[in-house]
């Protein structure tokens, strides 16, 4: 999927190092938003290990990460990944972050369209899940712009890689 000069597709086997880069460059604004992937992306060695379990979701459908990636550059950006998927409902979370130097000029937003358009038609997802951090307003306006409605704040819901449990907003969209 393309847009201005980006690209968005699924993380590929051989990316283990650029994926490290991104979040190694951003790691500070994502410990307490992100925490899981970043605990397990210390090292690059971490993260080649973490790629080749991401793969493994991929395969199974329990995981899809959408890497951002600058074609000008060739170099990721960004993420929007789709997670706690349940093939019942059907229905998944989103979550998404954007380098530091990218942040503020709508590509999250339009990425994170990109994909919820994509996911929707190609798998048919009837309800798509956003969770933010009440104190996030760059992550909380993505979510709004794209079509997300509050549907209530979970309190206390949320343990931050430095161990401060937070309130999250829970945002839901439907689709027919």
């Known amino acids: ?7 968005i597709r699924l993380l ?15 790691r500070s604004r994502l410990e307490d938003f992100f925490a899981g992937t970043v605990s397990k992306t210390k090292t690059l060695e971490d993260t080649l290990l973490y790629c080749e379990e991401i793969q493994e979701k991929i395969k199974d459908f329990s995981y899809l990460p959408y890497m951002i990636t600058d074609t000008n550059t060739n170099e990721f950006i960004g993420l929007v990944d789709v997670k706690n998927i349940n093939k019942d409902i059907p229905k998944a979370e ?38 933010a951090n009440t104190r996030n307003k760059g992550s909380i306006a993505v979510i709004l712009k794209n079509g997300f409605e509050l549907e209530g704040t979970i309190r206390r819901d949320y343990k931050t890689t430095k161990g401060e449990v937070v309130d999250l907003n829970y945002y839901g969209r439907v689709f027919d």
């Open 1 to 7: 999927m393309k847009f201005e000069n980006f690209e």
């Open 12 to 26: 590929q086997p051989n990316e283990g190092e650029a994926f490290f880069n991104l979040i190694k460059n951003n």
């Open 94 to 131: 989103l979550g998404s972050f954007i380098d530091r130097q990218y942040e503020g000029k709508g590509i999250v937003t339009d990425a994170t369209q990109l994909v919820v358009d994509h996911i929707v038609k190609e798998y048919k997802f009837i309800k798509l899940l956003c969770r």
